[in-house]
């Protein structure tokens, strides 16, 4: 019984998993596959090569994490803030060059950093994430080492994203990397990092994205069945391109090209296509980066159409090298106070600091598992949890109805999006 607790088939049973892909790096004996299951990255373990060593349960960030801990040893000195994580420093801005900024998820600060740290020979490579050329719907990890290739990585993917075998890559590969993830890629990482020194030195920079969920891969299935584009001759797809929160562009083999702008298509998946292990993640803000890179959606910035983002540093070396890159004119930046940060994030940090606590409260008292975090909660109240009871209903309800391809429709009721517009070439939907 202890044996088969020792690798992360519980971590699977128990639905804790985040699809990070941290244990298929770690395996050393290959037992680790990762595949699709009901649009969700899920690793399984192969029993005959398993040795039960219990590495991948060692540093697996579904089960527990420590943020507070880790953070403390990495930020030492830096005041611990309950919502943000540490903050050394915080600005808001943008890539310096006007294309990567259009084309960025928020104002491109995140490649225009990486590509000036690779060209001033700072790295030797970025750990980032692009659409597979041949399968141009399926977002997978790799390692760019040109300005071309980090080119392609641009922007969010709404998309399960695992590590691939980039982590084991840079094992294999002595160099100085950067890489880039959500918060949970970044606990993982942080975990194994702790077992595995050598890729606590290779890895330089770790600069992490909000996240206030991502969606299975069925969202995307969702998304072009709404538009009537077979997912079969998408040629190029991309989640936000185009400005500031930005289009789902989709193009086809034939021509026909979609653009759905960011602000319809995104509220309408609400928390039908979310998967339940994000209902139960508490880092908002990627409180274990050395830099963390969000959206700023406050008035302030409101009539900005090309793109300015937020950047934390966490530590005064992180706050130095954005300073550096400042001066060599790869990203412009402004001074932030924290709290516009707060106010921008506000409804997600309320979901990760009290609707998460609350919500692994009563599931628990229901007998189900929960990820252990030594993180401090703000204190719980009756509301809290009566919100939380409410929120977690209308969660199972209309994750039920995302699972069920048949029941799509009630999504469209319920959504009363805008149709995309066909801007070039004939709509296949004709
Ligand atoms: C699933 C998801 C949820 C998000 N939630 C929030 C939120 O709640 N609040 C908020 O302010 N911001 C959120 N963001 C982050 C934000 O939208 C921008 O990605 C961030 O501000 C960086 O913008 P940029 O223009 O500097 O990045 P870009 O220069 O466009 O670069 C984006 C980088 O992120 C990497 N990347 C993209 N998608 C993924 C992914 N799924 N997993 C790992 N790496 C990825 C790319 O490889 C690229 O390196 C979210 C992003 C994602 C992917
Ligand atoms: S317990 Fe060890 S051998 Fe088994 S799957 Fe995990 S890392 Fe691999
Ligand atoms: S390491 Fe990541 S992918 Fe593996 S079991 Fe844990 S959460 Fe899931
Ligand atoms: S909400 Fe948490 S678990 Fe879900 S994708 Fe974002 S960082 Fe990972």
Request: aromatic letters at 8%; glycine letters at 8%; proline letters at 5%.
């Amino acid at each position: 019984m202890k044996a088969a607790r020792r690798n992360i088939t519980h971590v699977v049973e128990d639905a804790l998993c985040t699809g990070c892909g941290v244990c298929e790096n770690a395996c050393s004996t290959s037992a680790i596959r990762l595949g699709y299951e009901r649009g969700l990255i899920v690793p399984r373990v192969d029993a005959s090569l398993c040795t039960t060593c219990g590495v991948c349960d060692r540093v697996c960030p579904g089960h527990s994490v420590q943020t507070e801990e880790l953070a403390g040893k990495l930020f030492a000195g830096i005041d611990a803030d309950v919502e943000l994580g540490r903050v050394a420093a915080a600005y808001s801005g943008h890539c310096r060059d006007e294309e990567t900024r259009r084309r960025g998820a928020t104002g491109g600060m995140v490649t225009g950093l990486l590509r000036w740290l690779l060209n001033s020979g700072q790295i030797d490579g970025a750990i980032v994430v692009r659409f597979q050329a041949d399968s141009p719907l399926e977002p997978e990890a790799f390692i760019a080492r040109s300005e071309e290739e980090l080119g392609t990585a641009r922007s969010s993917k709404y998309s399960p994203v695992s590590l691939g075998g980039v982590l084991r890559a840079v094992l294999r590969t002595p160099g100085k990397y950067a890489v880039v993830g959500l918060p949970c890629h970044l606990h993982g990482i942080r975990k194994m990092e702790q077992l595995y020194p050598e890729v606590a030195r290779r890895l330089v920079w770790h600069l992490g994205i909000f996240c206030s969920g991502t969606r299975s891969r069925q969202a995307t299935e969702f998304y072009l069945a709404k538009i009537g584009a077979p997912a079969g001759e998408v040629r190029e797809f991309a989640y936000r391109d185009e400005g500031c929160l930005g289009n789902m562009r989709v193009a086809l083999r034939n021509g026909d090209q979609w653009r759905w702008p960011y602000k319809q298509y995104y509220p309408l998946a609400r928390s039908f296509f979310l998967p339940p292990r994000c209902a139960l993640c508490h880092d908002q803000c990627a409180e274990l980066a050395d830099l963390a890179f969000g959206d700023l959606h406050i008035p302030e910035f409101w009539e900005d159409t090309t793109g300015t983002g937020c950047v934390i540093a966490r530590s005064p070396v992180a706050k130095t090298l954005l300073a550096n890159a400042h001066a060599a004119q790869a990203i412009v930046l402004s001074p932030l106070v924290p709290s516009l940060i707060r106010k921008s994030q506000r409804p997600m940090l309320r979901r990760k600091k009290q609707d998460v606590p609350a919500r692994a409260r009563l599931l628990r008292a229901l007998g189900q598992k929960m990820p252990a975090y030594d993180a401090v909660f703000p204190r719980l109240t009756a509301r809290d949890l009566f919100r939380a009871a409410k929120a977690t209903a209308v969660l199972k309800v209309e994750n039920w109805i995302g699972a069920r391809r048949c029941l799509w429709w009630l999504i469209h009721v319920l959504g009363h999006a805008t149709p995309p517009s066909c801007v070039s070439g004939r709509s296949v939907s004709q």
